[in-house]
């Protein structure tokens, strides 16, 4: 079974709609991410979240919030999708004594 | 100072070829340098990574390259073949605790047959 499972895997919305991604790791690791990919951009943290109760706001955190419930799982929300939120988003973990970020397998987003 | 700035943003190589993917940090503050390799439909993964008390870091065909001096670290793969064609990300981070990894833009290498 997959360390970090990411749900759903496709999603097409319209504008306004709220919706939430889901992240979940039994990696038993302490700091989850939530990023977003767009081409020729790379990878841009969203939000991350150093253990349950330390949450912070990464570079493009505008239109995005999150949760994170238990250790296990990290919820990323857009409260009302926007067609410029159409892109790849990917959750990842690391231990904090390790340097390695662990990456789920994405959620392919589509705001019409 | 935060950026690491990633060249060229598309690759295309021989098999059989070396293909040589670029970086460049301005934060000497930076000391571990990772690369990820995604390939499409998956999520990055970690493919190698290197910390500037060496010079160099070879793992098969796959090598790392780092100048401190310069500020600038590059990915080296030998014989490359077409299992290798994928999006690869330098990236840096410090290793202060609260500190993030910051990702460059990524670069698309395609390996023709």
């Known amino acids: 079974d997959a360390d970090v499972t990411q749900t759903p895997r496709n999603r097409i919305t319209k504008t306004g709609k709220r919706i939430m991604l889901e992240c979940s790791q039994t990696?038993?690791?302490?700091?989850m991410y939530w990023y977003r990919q767009d081409p020729g951009l790379g990878l841009r943290l969203i939000y991350y979240?150093?253990?349950?109760?330390?949450?912070n706001k990464g570079e493009i955190s505008d239109g995005y919030s999150v949760s994170r419930q238990a250790q296990a799982k990290f919820s990323l929300s857009l409260e009302s999708a926007i067609p410029n939120q159409t892109a790849l988003y990917f959750c990842?973990?690391?231990?904090?004594?390790?340097?390695?970020?662990?990456f789920g397998p994405g959620t392919r987003l589509l705001v019409l | 100072q935060q950026q690491v700035k990633q060249s060229p943003q598309s690759l295309i190589v021989q098999k059989g070829g070396i293909s040589i993917i670029n970086c460049a940090y301005e934060?000497?503050?930076?000391?571990?340098f990772p690369w990820y390799q995604q390939f499409p439909g998956k999520g990055p993964a970690l493919l190698i990574a290197?910390?500037?008390?060496?010079s160099e870091k070879k793992e098969g065909r796959f090598t790392i390259s780092f100048n401190k001096s310069a500020k600038q670290f590059s990915l080296h793969i030998m014989d490359s073949q077409p299992g290798d064609s994928a999006t690869y990300f330098c990236a840096a981070r410090t290793m202060n605790r609260d500190d993030k990894i910051i990702f460059g833009k990524g670069t698309r290498l395609h390996i023709l047959p």
């Open positions: 290197i910390r500037p008390d060496v």
């Open positions: 990842a973990t690391s231990q904090d004594i390790q340097e390695t970020q662990y």
């Open positions: 990696k038993g690791h302490d700091r």
């Open positions: 979240s150093f253990d349950v109760k330390d949450i």
């Open positions: 934060n000497t503050a930076f000391d571990y």
